[in-house]
């Protein structure tokens, strides 16, 4: 039987390198399946899922919009407010 750095044969040992940073990155993938399925279970007729999808249209456009102005008046600082480090 062959065994893992220092670790007697079945024992139990991390596969990970940082599991707090694993099983949060899992509960975040969990929680984005449970929304997913919220969404898919609520938005069943084409009537349901038009005003959804203009909504994330109306949304990227905006964000586009305000990206472009942001961009064009950039004075160093993100919403003319937060300053940016250099680095």
């Known amino acids: 039987m062959q065994t ?3 670790y007697p044969a079945g ?3 991390q596969i990970s390198l940082n599991p707090d940073a694993t099983r949060q990155e899992l ?3 969990l929680a ?3 929304i997913f399925y919220v969404i898919v ?3 069943r007729t084409k009537e349901k899922v038009q005003p959804l999808v203009k909504t994330i249209l109306a949304m990227g ?3 586009v919009l305000f990206a472009i102005v942001q961009k064009m008046t950039w004075n160093g600082r993100i919403f003319w407010i937060y300053p ?3 680095y």
Do not use: Q, T
Request: aromatic share 24%; glycine share 4%; with cysteine.
């Open 4 to 6: 893992f750095g220092n």
């Open 32 to 34: 984005y399946a449970a």
């Open 41 to 43: 279970s609520h938005y």
């Open 61 to 63: 456009c905006f964000l």
């Open 27 to 29: 509960l975040r993938i």
């Open 11 to 13: 024992a139990y040992h």
């Open 84 to 86: 940016v480090d250099e």
